[in-house]
């Protein structure tokens, strides 16, 4: 098959840009041509064709979004388009509109507008909302994608998306990158860390919910004084608000790793003893994916989809969400019982090779392509 993947921006340390590289290095190794379509990228996609299309006056999403659609008018010949995000949504819709191109649209969700502080975000999310709304109207989506079960629910109710369209393929972890061999002491010895270490993974950003963390740190430290919290994440505008809310102990137990690269993470989940990520919002959760793959136990809140990445007591420990008291004990008990960390971090990682591989999450998304195309041109 000859596949175009449309995302507009393909940003470093976004699930999204992991999901797109991780489907079309797969593909292409199994004989299909892959293209990617963006305006704008932070990332080196090695031996995978980008394409870069140019879009007009990119300080204003509308006029942005609207110049982005008609330059990608020239992905044709194609067998499929598969879209990942709003507005990419629209060039799907306009493909299938004007050349009859099959299109699949994968839906990845994103946090809902309360969760954000900054103005500028809230008016990004509900121009989100809003071109999303409009881009499913109509029927120019053969199949939608969600990445979990929460997703499609979402789909059903806020889009009045019917279930038959709607096909749930997981996200997919790199098992060989991340796994329980990798020696954390690289790490451990560069930060001068001989005690126990909490992890936490991802952008930094409100609805990641690290200033729960931060409180239920207070009471770990309170039981195990020596212990420390490593935050790797990107330093965005959300975390002088975090500052704001560090009291003395936690600021000496912390470790802001910033962003680290593709090379360094599998060595920061290895450095771990817990994971935790107290998130208000997933409809994934990558990191604690990558985290059980590690064999490490996670801590977090029991909502959302994550509950459909973490089987509770058995690879990790849910907690109510916003309950920083619970978050903090599930911490300890964690830290004080080494068995349990075993036992679970075991469980994970079979968890993850048995739903959560990338090669299963090909396969059943090369279903669906297979599928579109049968219907559309009957073969």
């Avoid at 979402?154 to 990158?177: A, C, P, R, T, W």
């Avoid at 008990?333 to 994970?348: A, P, T």
């Avoid at 299963?360 to 073969?379: D, P, R, W």
């Amino acid at each position: 098959m000859k596949i175009a993947i449309v995302r507009s921006s393909l940003l470093a340390g976004s699930g999204q840009t992991n999901h797109i590289k991780e489907l079309a290095k797969r593909m292409i190794k199994l004989g299909h041509e892959v293209f990617i379509f963006t305006r704008f990228s932070e990332v080196k996609l090695n031996n995978i064709p980008v394409i870069k299309v140019k879009t007009s006056l990119e300080n204003i999403p509308f006029i942005r979004h609207f110049t982005f659609m008609i330059a990608c008018g020239k992905i044709k010949n194609f067998d499929l388009i598969h879209t990942q995000y709003h507005p990419d949504i629209f060039v799907g819709n306009y493909l299938k509109t004007f050349y009859k191109s099959p299109h699949v649209f994968t839906y990845h969700g994103f946090a809902p507008i309360k969760y954000w502080v900054n103005p500028k975000q809230k008016i990004k999310m509900i121009d989100h909302n809003l071109g999303t709304f409009f881009s499913l109207r109509g029927n120019k989506i053969d199949k939608i994608i969600t990445v979990s079960k929460f997703l499609k629910n979402e789909l059903k109710k806020k889009y009045f998306i019917d279930s038959s369209k709607i096909h749930v393929v997981y996200n997919g972890v790199d098992i060989q990158k991340f796994n329980p061999n990798i020696n954390g002491s690289i790490i451990k010895e560069k930060f001068k860390i001989q005690d126990s270490i909490v992890l936490f993974v991802g952008r930094l950003v409100p609805y990641k919910g690290l200033q729960f963390l931060i409180e239920a740190f207070n009471h770990v430290l309170k039981q195990i004084p020596k212990a420390k919290l490593m935050i790797v994440g990107a330093s965005r505008y959300d975390f002088p608000r975090i500052e704001k809310i560090l009291n003395e102990k936690v600021k000496q137990a912390l470790i802001f790793v910033g962003y680290a690269s593709e090379n360094e993470l599998p060595l920061c989940y290895a450095a771990c003893d817990v994971f935790c990520f107290p998130s208000l919002w997933e409809g994934f959760g990558l990191p604690l994916a990558e985290a059980q793959a590690c064999g490490k136990p996670v801590v977090a809140f029991n909502h959302c989809a994550i509950p459909e990445i973490v089987k509770n007591k058995e690879t990790g420990i849910l907690v109510p969400p916003k309950n920083s008291k619970k978050l903090g004990e599930a911490l300890i008990w964690l830290l004080e019982n080494e068995g349990e960390r075993i036992k679970m971090g075991r469980n994970g990682r079979k968890h993850i090779e048995k739903f959560f591989n990338w090669d299963k999450a090909v396969k059943e998304t090369l279903l669906i392509y297979e599928s579109i195309i049968k219907k559309n041109f009957g073969i």
